[in-house]
C-alpha cells in the first residue's frame, strides 16, 4: 500500500538482514514514525505494547524476532527461549504461535552457522506469503461487494470493525482487501468505520488506511452499527479475525459480537475474512477453547489524540477510583456468521464448510 504515494509494507528488513523496520502503529494517525527493532526483546516488546497489531503481522513480527535471536546466538537454548518469549507476548492471536513453529521447523535441523541466513529467508518467506494470502481473499470477498453493487447499483456501504486492513497484515489486508480491490475496480463504496474502544484502532488505523487509500468512509462509534443496519445504511459487513475455531467460531476484537447480533437481527450479510493461518484447525469451540486476553486497564482509563496545539497527548476520561475491565477479544458464535473469506474461496463457518475448502486439515 502507499503512504503519501510510497509503497510500503508493515514489516521488512533492511540491508543485509542487519535489523527489522516496523511502522509504530501507537502514534498514527498523528505521527508517521519507522521504529528500528534490532534484538529479540524489541520484537517482544513490539507485539506486546501494539507497535505492532493485528493476527498475521503479530506472527510476522515473531518471525522475524526468531532471526535477531539468532543472529545473537544460534543455539537450541537460544531458540527455544526466543519462542517462549515471544509465545507469551499475546495469548489469542493463533499466528503467533503458527509463525513460531514454522521458524522452529525452517532451522532446528540445520548446524548452527547455517541458522540465520535461512531463519531470515523463511520469515521473509512468511511475509510474501502473507500478501499473496490476503490478495486472494481480496479477490474472492471483492465479488461478494461486486454482486451486491449490480444487484442495487449504487454505492455499497460496507460496515468493519477494527482494523483489517494492510497495517494489520503485511500487505493489502484481510476485511479491507474487498473493499480496497472494490474501489480500485470502480465499484463505489463508502465504509463505516467502527471507532474500536479501547485502543481505537478503527478510527486511527482504519480511517487512516482508507483516506490514504482514497476510499470514503465515516467514522462512527461503536454502538452506532445496529442502529445504522435498523435503517437500511449497510449492505454488508466485513470483519477480521485473531483465531477461528475449525467449527468456525470467530474470536476477534471485543465488540464483534454485538456487530454480529445486530446483523443477524436485520438480516445483514456479516461476513470474516480468516486466511488460513488464523484458523486453529485444533480447536472447535471457541467459547470453552479460546483464551481470552485482558489487557492493562489503562487503554481504558485513558485517550490518546491531539490537542488543539497540535500535540499528541494522552488524557483520563474515568474517575480516578473507578476499577476498570479490558477484555481484548470476544467470540462469535458460528451461527452468527454468514461466510468465511479465506484464501481458497468463500464458505460456510461450519466445520463442513472449512472442510471442503481445506480437506487436508481434517485428515486423521
Excluded at 76 to 84: C, G, P, V, Y
Aim: charge should be negative; proline fraction near 5%; charged fraction near 20%.
Amino acid at each position: 500500500m502507499k503512504i503519501n504515494g510510497k509503497p510500503y509494507r508493515s514489516i521488512w528488513a533492511v540491508k543485509n538482514n542487519s535489523a527489522v523496520e516496523i511502522i509504530d502503529q501507537r502514534k498514527l494517525p498523528h505521527v508517521f514514525e519507522v521504529v528500528r527493532l534490532e534484538q529479540l526483546e524489541d520484537a517482544a516488546t513490539a507485539i506486546r505494547d501494539m507497535y505492532v497489531r493485528g493476527a498475521p503481522l503479530i506472527g510476522a513480527t515473531a518471525a522475524y524476532g526468531i532471526c535477531l535471536a539468532l543472529k545473537k546466538d544460534p543455539s537450541d537454548t537460544s531458540l527455544e527461549q526466543a519462542i517462549k518469549l515471544l509465545a507469551d507476548t499475546r495469548p489469542t492471536a493463533i499466528n503467533l504461535r503458527w509463525a513460531l513453529s514454522q521458524m522452529q521447523k525452517a532451522v532446528i535441523s540445520l548446524p548452527e552457522p547455517r541458522r540465520v541466513e535461512m531463519a531470515f529467508a523463511r520469515a521473509a518467506q512468511i511475509c510474501d506469503e502473507d500478501v499473496v494470502l490476503c490478495r486472494s481473499m481480496g479477490r474472492n470477498g471483492f465479488e461478494l461487494i461486486e454482486r451486491l453493487w449490480k444487484q442495487h447499483n449504487r454505492a455499497i456501504n460496507i460496515l468493519t470493525h477494527c482494523n483489517a486492513g494492510w497495517l494489520a497484515t503485511v500487505d493489502w489486508g484481510t476485511a479491507l482487501a474487498p473493499i480496497y480491490m472494490a474501489h480500485d475496480a470502480g465499484i463505489p463504496v463508502h465504509v463505516w468505520v467502527d471507532e474500536t474502544r479501547p485502543r481505537n484502532q478503527g478510527a486511527h488505523l482504519t480511517a487512516w488506511e482508507l483516506g490514504q487509500h482514497g476510499v470514503p468512509h465515516s467514522v462512527i462509534v461503536d454502538n452506532a452499527g445496529g442502529h445504522l443496519m435498523q435503517h437500511g445504511q449497510v449492505d454488508i459487513c466485513f470483519v477480521g479475525t485473531d483465531r477461528t475455531t475449525a467449527s468456525g467460531d470467530v474470536c476477534n476484537k471485543i465488540g464483534t459480537y454485538l456487530k454480529a447480533l445486530a446483523a443477524e437481527d436485520n438480516k445483514v450479510p456479516f461476513y470474516v475474512c480468516a486466511p488460513s493461518p488464523s484458523i486453529d484447525w485444533a480447536i472447535h469451540n471457541g467459547l470453552e477453547d479460546i483464551p481470552i486476553e485482558q489487557r492493562n486497564g489503562n487503554e481504558v482509563h485513558t485517550l490518546s489524540g491531539m490537542d488543539e496545539k497540535g500535540r499528541v497527548t494522552v488524557v483520563k476520561i474515568t474517575p480516578e477510583r473507578s476499577s476498570v475491565s479490558n477484555y481484548a477479544f470476544d467470540v462469535t458464535p458460528a451461527r452468527l456468521v454468514t461466510g468465511l473469506v479465506t484464501e481458497r474461496g468463500v464458505c460456510d463457518a461450519s466445520r463442513a464448510g472449512l472442510e471442503a475448502l481445506f480437506p487436508e486439515k481434517y485428515e486423521a
